[in-house]
């Protein structure tokens, strides 16, 4: 009962965080939710959508609700590895060379419009959303804990865009998108800014240790054997079905169970349902897979996803 109670309150903070990011992003609930669950779930975040439908400002709302320190990266053709994780220069008073961090080194990083630099570049947030720490002339660095990453991306047949690489993507635990908001929800954002915009005032609701207390209660969160079987049931069939050129990886299985249990952690649950499963099939699951063809992209992978789950027998509990 203690350990219930215990979970119910700190569940009780993590939605909370939902309701202050929601006073920013009006009519995108379930995203907004998705996006506090792959916070507490430990993983990392991508975006994709055109622009100018509120990517950059969920990312912005979500880091100013944490009190921890925050830093926006734009990726651009020009910018460099470096420019990243940092550089080692000489201090000539000492005579010695020392380690000047790169923005990085944050508690919440926004990488705006990652598609938008070279692959190189691209590649310098691997070891960092990875391991937790980056590696510069031979010298590793750990970064700050907690450490959650907030990707933006364009639509790659947009000009100007690389498309990310299988192995990044695969380090990112969800993805959501956002669309165009309904004629009601766009009268009411414009209405909302016309003196000044809502993430001005936006409160901080919760403390960087907090958000480590969260990750770490939700692992707490029991999973059943059939239910952990329907999990890795899920992720196995994406590599055997025929619209998929490739499946998820075992990465992919564990970012499944681990969004799973903050979902149920966030729902005030200490155990996880095949429903938790179901809900996070398809943000977790459809960056991860590549259709057939190439050219249909990301509503082809989840409506494959969606054609698993449908057809996949629920474990009766």
Known sequence: MALTDNLNELGSRARALVENVRLVIRGKDAQVEMAIVAL???????????????????????????????????FTPDLLPSDITGTTVFNQKNAEFEFRPGPVFANVVLADEINRATPRTQSSLLEAMDEGQVTVDGTSHALPRPFFVIAT??????????????????????????????EDYEKLIVESQLEEHPVEGLRQ???????????????????????????????????????????????????????????AFMEGRDFVTPDDIKAMAVPVLSHRVIPASRSQGLNESRDAISRILARMPVPVL
């Open 205 to 263: 609701v919760l403390r960087a240790d907090e958000i480590s207390r969260l990750q770490k209660a939700a692992r707490t969160v029991s999973v059943d054997p059939d239910v952990l079987g329907y999990a890795v049931s899920l992720v196995r069939a994406t590599r055997e079905d025929e619209g998929l050129s490739m499946g998820a990886s075992p990465r992919g299985t564990i970012f499944l169970v681990r969004s799973a249990q903050a979902n």
């Open 153 to 182: 991306q364009n639509p790659i047949e947009y000009h100007g865009t690389y498309p990310l690489p299988e192995g990044q993507l695969d380090r990112f635990c969800m993805s959501v998108t956002l669309d165009y908001p309904s």
């Open 40 to 74: 507490v779930s430990g993983g990392h975040l991508l975006i994709e959508d055109v622009p100018g439908v509120g990517k950059t400002m969920l990312a912005r709302s979500l880091a100013l609700s944490i009190s921890g320190s925050y830093c926006r990266i734009q």
